[in-house]
């Protein structure tokens, strides 16, 4: 017989004896059932943590950075539509240079928050360095455009077009670059922990069995009916385990809401606002440049914003949030209704209904995109809320109460060993 066989032999034949008696049968219950629960704490306090941390940073950092990326990217096309609207009017209107220069503004002050936020993540900072220079390079052609149309230069045009097919382009790209960044890091921040929690429910599970399973035995020796510290240890069991995955499946609810009615819902309005942004870029193509070609692509691009607006109406869920999507219908509709009028009129009157009636139905479908993004904004960062707020005193039940049902088992276990002494 080998060393390792006779060790495993000698070690079987000493539990034998330790558990041949009652007082050693329950030592034997306490030394596991005490293992379980120190498990189950332990595995407790490790979701607890990390379900903590990763709603916090949801909360208070990757929900900040969604936000600000999707303001960033709608405030970039309100200022084309402002600038392009100064432009046309050719002695310049104060008004639009007004909204251009605070809708630039709030987007270069985005961009900023974003960097500040996102911490170490090196790509998503090259992606706003080149988007950074990229407001730079288009807010430079729109002041030489001003500049040159103030002064009668026949450039001036060509300069706004550039400046307009900037941002409609590479403008474009770098917001769905960073985009697609920000929500890596919510898929990221979210995903669960599913092995960890699974862990700890078996634990907490075992836990009561174990301690069921010898209050019975428990019984029928002593022929006491309840061991009160085992049964407070039982119940606390029961309730931490409980705890536990109440607050992880609310959680996890609070996320799927936030990303279904939240984040998801920016990113169609925040599209639909581009969308209706190119349409704009190319009715200003064909105004300024007598492109009537133009007007077809602004068609092409009217279809992608009906398109967003039908499945922004699919996934309203609630009589305010269809009420809302009526109503950017009905305000878009207005809108191509002016471009329809623009496109049919001479040259000479296409640039005065482009700055009446194509300005102001364009700006009240923007405000209504504004208002709807407002609201998503707010349940997004409302469900983050909730869900880092049920995390808060996870620490203490999964932690303390599984440690204090721990020292009241051992103490019930205990209390039978000293009767038989």
Known sequence: MSLFSRGVQSGTQRLQRATSSTPGRYRAWSMVTAAVLALAAVCGLSVANRLSDSTERLESNTGPVLVATQQAVANLAEADAAATAAFMAGDEDRESRRLYEEALARAVGQIEDVSALIGRDAEAHDVLKELGSLVTRYAALVEAARAENRAGVSEARASHLEAVRLLAADGAAGSGQLIDATEDRLERDARAETALIALAVTAFLAAFVLLFLAQVAMTRRSRRILNLPLVLATIAAIVSGVWLVAVYAGTRADLDTAKRDGYESITLTADLQVAGQ???????????????????????????????????????????????????????????????????????????????????????????????LGDNRADLIDNLEQAHDRTRRLTFVVGLVPLAALLAALFGFQLRIKEYR
């Open 278 to 372: 190119r349409t704009r870029v190319e009715e200003t193509i064909a105004v300024i440049d007598d492109d009537d070609a133009a007007f077809g692509r602004a068609d092409d691009a009217a279809g992608q914003v009906e398109a967003l607006l039908a499945r922004l109406g699919d996934s309203a869920d609630s009589d305010r949030e269809r009420a809302a999507v009526t109503e950017l219908d009905v305000r878009w509709q207005r809108y191509r209704e002016a471009v329809g009028e623009i496109e049919a009129a001479g040259a000479e009157a296409r640039r005065e209904l482009a700055l009446g009636a194509g300005n102001s139905t364009f700006n009240g479908f923007n405000v209504s995109v504004e208002s709807v």
